[in-house]
């Protein structure tokens, strides 16, 4: 058998171990996948999908053989359900969010493909499906993708910047609000995701159609919380701060007059909740000057939450 290295899945790399456009499927290369479960916990039931047959060569089908026959030798990752289970538990740091439960993701590269193994080790479900791709052609979207995807003004001035697979908020003409997760294209097209279909935009188009709809968009982003507590600066009551809405939620049944109680009880529940000071003041700064300014991402700020200055250019880089 052949020797793999397994490592677990980045949040970039999670990304490509669900089903994509035909755009997307293209562009990675993204040969077929596998989808399987193990029944009672010992069975090994599959059935593979073609995606882009124009890459499932004879030395591809053959490798993928050995692959997975490696990945089900004895205690291997697809083995049993039991062996599946204790690999994931030895690998927390794999573990995410899936669509509807916890999955676990790895990932394996050989010198021409790679595979992204998406786990879920309950039973009653599916509880594998195993992306194949060209590694060059993945390689180079991945690659490309990290600058973010553009949203700006019909005449082209940048509004914000989110990363690949991260969601956006659109206010229609109309009053709705429509919540769309966002996928890299290239440098000018995207292509938007929920409910019942997908949609690709050139950026310049996009902008068009809201002003002609008289909308507009803004970033949900993944790096802020959905919620989260704060004081409110100018009269230091506590406050509830909701991702994507303007304004705050007033806390009548734990607000005081005391201004540094409020601060310790805010401090100590979203410790609790594992937000971050950074993401605190981005989350205020959003809900008071709105979710498209730099303000309103946690990036911009230091661990206690303070604004980070922009690197001034010294005289040498000024020339």
Not at 124 to 132: P, R, S
Not at 189 to 218: D, K, P, W
Not at 241 to 250: A, F, V
Request: with cysteine; aromatic share 12%; net charge negative.
């Amino acid at each position: 058998m052949m020797e793999l290295k397994i490592t677990s899945m980045t949040p970039e790399d999670r990304l490509y171990a669900y089903n994509q456009s035909s755009q997307l499927e293209g562009q990675t290369g993204c040969i077929g996948h596998l989808r399987g479960d193990f029944g009672s916990g010992q069975e090994f039931y599959t059935s593979w999908f073609d995606h882009r047959r124009e890459y499932k060569t004879d030395e591809f089908k053959a490798e993928f053989d050995e692959v997975v026959n490696t990945l089900r030798e004895k205690d291997g990752l697809l083995c049993t359900r039991d062996s599946m289970t204790r690999f994931c538990y030895q690998n927390p740091e794999a573990e995410f969010e899936g669509n509807y439960c916890a999955e676990y993701g790895f990932k394996v590269q050989t010198p021409q493909h790679t595979y992204m193994l998406r786990c879920n080790p309950n039973y009653g479900d599916y509880n594998f499906y195993l992306y194949a791709y060209v590694s060059r052609f993945l390689e180079h979207h991945m690659e490309k993708a990290k600058q973010g995807i553009r949203f700006i003004t019909p005449g082209y001035k940048e509004l914000f910047r989110i990363p690949d697979g991260d969601h956006i908020r659109i206010f229609t003409g109309g009053g709705e609000t429509r919540d769309r997760t966002c996928r890299f294209i290239d440098e000018t097209h995207f292509e938007t995701s929920g409910g019942y279909s997908s949609a690709l935009y050139h950026i310049c188009e996009f902008a068009e159609r809201l002003e002609q709809t008289h909308g507009s968009v803004i970033p949900l982003r993944s790096s802020l919380p959905v919620q989260c507590f704060s004081v409110l600066p100018s009269s230091g009551e506590l406050i509830l701060l909701t991702r994507g809405e303007k304004g705050y939620s007033p806390c009548y049944d734990f607000s005081t007059p005391d201004a540094q109680q409020n601060r310790e009880f805010a401090d100590d529940r979203n410790v609790k909740n594992g937000v971050t000071k950074a993401q605190e003041a981005a989350m205020l700064a959003g809900s008071m000057l709105g979710w498209q300014t730099p303000a309103a991402d946690p990036r911009n700020y230091d661990e206690q939450g303070q604004p980070i200055k922009p690197r001034q250019k010294d005289r040498g880089e000024a020339r």
